[in-house]
């Protein structure tokens, strides 16, 4: 069912898609404007978010994001949505930005990454059950004119290609990196998300 084309798409359907598209943006939006009290209504109980630098409940990653140093912003692209009954699946195409210091001067990061969310309908409301990340690359940005960055290649190496500048820029700022993340540089850690994502979304 993940990634086939709805030929048609019911009244129902389509409500179910916009509603879970607005919860995503707005879990999001919640997230990167510290709108902690509704954030936290977006998600199920026992949900569970994966991403470099978190793994639990989703309640608990609102308890970690509120004491994130560094400012992260997402910006969201497409999102394509899955229903089947009161289970849905929705991948976004983001971009994380972080504005961090370097040397001094400020620089850019940019991570482009899919944000996979699992979501279930209850009491007529759709609620995040899980996110996870799937990395696909990232780059450091000078934002001023001369500047120069230099970092030792062997502080990049210790990381994953599709998540490096991410890695190296969290894990500078005092967070453990989860390095088994699913990740383009290591496709078959994608194809097996995926499979874990359609097993439980045709799962009735």
């Known amino acids: 069912m993940l990634f086939t084309r709805t030929s048609k798409n019911s009244q129902q ?15 999001r939006f919640c997230r990167d404007n510290a709108v902690w009290e509704e954030m936290k209504k977006c998600f199920a109980v026992n949900s569970l978010v994966t991403v470099s630098w978190f793994k639990g409940t989703g309640l608990e990653f609102i308890e970690a994001s509120k004491k994130m140093k560094e400012y992260a912003v997402h910006k969201l692209n497409d999102t394509l949505v ?22 001094g001067y400020p620089v ?28 696909e690359k990232d780059s450091l ?16 190496l210790k990381f994953r290609a599709s998540y490096a500048n991410l890695s190296y820029v969290l894990n500078k700022a005092g967070y453990k990196i989860n390095m088994d993340l699913p990740g383009i540089d290591r496709p078959e ?7 874990e994502v359609e097993e439980w979304l045709t799962n009735d």
């Open 82 to 103: 899955w229903v089947n009954g009161d289970r849905a699946v929705a991948i976004t195409m983001a971009t994380i930005q972080i504005r961090t210091d370097f040397g």
């Open 13 to 27: 359907n389509l409500n179910d898609k916009f509603s879970i598209k607005e919860l995503i943006e707005f879990e």
């Open 141 to 156: 940005i000078n934002c001023y004119p001369n500047n120069e960055i230099s970092i030792p290649k062997e502080d990049f």
């Open 189 to 195: 850690t994608v194809t097996r998300i995926y499979a």
């Open 108 to 135: 850019e990061l940019q991570s482009d990454v899919k944000l996979m969310y699992r979501t279930q309908k209850s009491d007529d409301s759709w609620y995040i059950v899980s996110i996870d990340g799937i990395y």
